[in-house]
């Protein structure tokens, strides 16, 4: 064993592990599972919406990366505001200076459904969805024309 820690060969990959095994606990803390397979880390969720007899609707959906710049066409925060990003597994939260949203990410393309709203009262709910996140998301509201808010890995971040 005294060669193997020398030369660093075994540390290494147990280093990777920890880090994986750091960010599964986040999942598994918010009823999540994940696994890293092909260096992509994957989450499966237990989503609270039902079908048919009320059994519990289970998804996938892998790591979204570092979301860091919004662009906020429907509560006025205009291109490349910087956004605060906490993902749960599935489950993510989005926060800047003018609104905030939380969704549920779904698929390897992390479909977006869920809410936004401004953070000035009184704020309504939008139902948002998006086909990618990041990505664009359109958010409606009955009787109001939709806008959109789009999340951004990069500060070139248009709504």
Not at 36 to 56: D, K, M
Not at 82 to 103: D, E, F, L
Request: some cysteine.
């Amino acid at each position: 064993m005294t060669n193997a820690t020398q030369d660093g060969s075994r540390a290494r990959p147990a280093a990777a592990f920890v880090v994986a095994l750091a960010s599964c606990a986040v999942a598994l803390a918010s009823g999540s599972s994940c696994s890293g397979e092909g260096g992509v880390t994957t989450y499966t969720a237990i989503h609270p919406s039902t079908v048919g007899g009320g059994a519990p609707v289970v998804a996938t959906c892998v790591d979204a990366g570092t979301v860091a710049f919004v662009g906020d066409g429907c509560f006025g925060g205009g291109s490349n505001a910087s956004t605060t990003y906490v993902p749960s597994g599935c489950s993510v939260q989005m926060k800047w200076s003018t609104g905030a949203c939380t969704g549920t990410l779904t698929g390897p393309a992390n479909a977006f459904d869920g809410g936004c709203q401004a953070n000035s009262a009184p704020s309504t709910v939008l139902a948002c969805n998006g086909n990618t996140f990041p990505g664009r998301l359109t958010c409606t509201n009955p009787g109001l024309p939709s806008c959109n808010i789009s999340f951004c890995t990069l500060s070139s971040c248009p709504p």
